[in-house]
């Protein structure tokens, strides 16, 4: 049996693996996306960890006085954001992983 592929050298590359994705999961939790609708009128910036940091609102959106569309707005801004740090943290896991789909990981 060739030495690299004994069960030793297996596990030694999973936790090496392991190691990797907690320090690319840790760095992405660091990392800020935004997303806007109305043509910029709502921004909102999540981070890595799918948490919202920050809301911007043109003051413009409240004089319209429609909250529904306030509503709808904000709902789109923030959906836009957690897509674009999905999709980095996506981006990521690819990286690390050789491109392979591997289940839990994005």
Known sequence: MSKGFGLGNLMQQ??????????VQEEAGQRKAEGSAGGGMVKA????????LEL????SV???GDREMMGDLIVAAVNQALRTAQQQMSDEM???TGG???PGLG
């Open 56 to 59: 911007k609102i043109d003051p």
């Open 45 to 52: 910036i999540v981070n890595g960890r799918l948490e919202l």
């Open 62 to 64: 409240f004089e319209s």
């Open 14 to 23: 999973a936790q090496d693996l392991q190691a990797r994705l907690a320090k």
């Open 100 to 102: 392979l789909k591997i």
């Open 94 to 96: 690819s990286k690390l």
